[in-house]
């Protein structure tokens, strides 16, 4: 059956350092990728979409990353500051306008 | 434009009542979806919907029916709640013209917190 893995361990790093986030996914072959943003008590907002022929996506400071061959995309966050912790999900797009979430990765900015 | 709202915001049901949650969006988007989140977990996909008129199941429908009978509604209904399915809804939209559509960003609501006791 089709899986998505993201960090199984929440993230903490020191502000201005990179965040790096991993979401592999198995057993199928999405044609495209998306990243959302979800703060607590809060529904997710969009970030990111990659497609399948891009190695490479950016959003000021944001920088996504999709191997199809790994079966993988990074999610990276340079320069973090505390206004980034938040839980990042993924979402391979499988197919009829549907997408499926990863559990998401919490991420902790320390000052 | 208020984008997605969902009403109520919060729901304490017994077993075995019924209750319809409401999403409205006024984006004039095709697409809607209903999920629900588990602590610590994703999102899972509950119902979703197409077109005015049309519906289908997501990953996990049972105990669950919708209705789409205006574009910019889509109503989330528990027959007979259980326990199982306290949780916390979330309705979202999403632009589409058909079915083959790549995915557009999906736009989503607050969320419906539900206790079933």
């Known amino acids: 059956s089709q899986k998505i893995e993201q960090n199984s361990e929440a993230l903490n790093i020191q502000e201005g350092k990179t965040a790096t986030l991993t979401c592999n996914y198995t057993?199928?072959?999405?044609?495209?990728l998306q990243w959302y943003r979800q703060d607590p008590g809060r529904g997710p907002v969009f970030l990111l979409l990659?497609?399948?022929?891009?190695k490479e996506k950016r959003k000021e400071r944001l920088k996504v990353t999709f191997d199809t061959t790994l079966k993988q995309s990074l999610f990276h966050i340079t320069a973090s500051q505390p206004a980034d912790s938040a839980t990042y999900l993924c979402?391979?797009?499988?197919?009829?306008?549907?997408?499926?979430f990863g559990d998401g990765t919490t991420l902790t900015v320390k000052p | 434009n208020a984008g997605v709202t969902q009403t109520p915001k919060f729901r304490v049901l017994k077993t075995g009542q019924s209750m319809t949650l409401l999403c409205a969006q006024d984006?004039?988007?095709?697409?809607m979806y209903w999920y629900r989140q588990d602590p610590g977990m994703g999102l899972r996909l509950i119902h979703y919907?197409?077109?005015?008129?049309?519906?289908a199941k997501g990953e996990v429908p049972d105990g669950y029916n919708v209705s789409r009978l205006k574009k910019q509604n889509f109503l989330l209904g528990l027959e007979s709640a259980a326990p199982s399915q306290t949780s916390v809804y979330f309705c979202?939209?999403?632009?589409?013209?058909?079915?083959?559509?790549?995915?557009?960003?999906?736009?989503f609501g607050p969320g419906t917190r539900l206790t079933v006791t």
């Open positions: 990659i497609r399948e022929n891009e």
């Open positions: 984006m004039n988007h095709e697409y």
């Open positions: 919907s197409v077109g005015e008129g049309t519906t």
């Open positions: 979202a939209s999403s632009y589409g013209l058909a079915e083959t559509s790549p995915p557009y960003e999906q736009y």
């Open positions: 057993n199928y072959s999405p044609a495209y």
């Open positions: 979402a391979p797009y499988t197919n009829a306008g549907k997408s499926t």
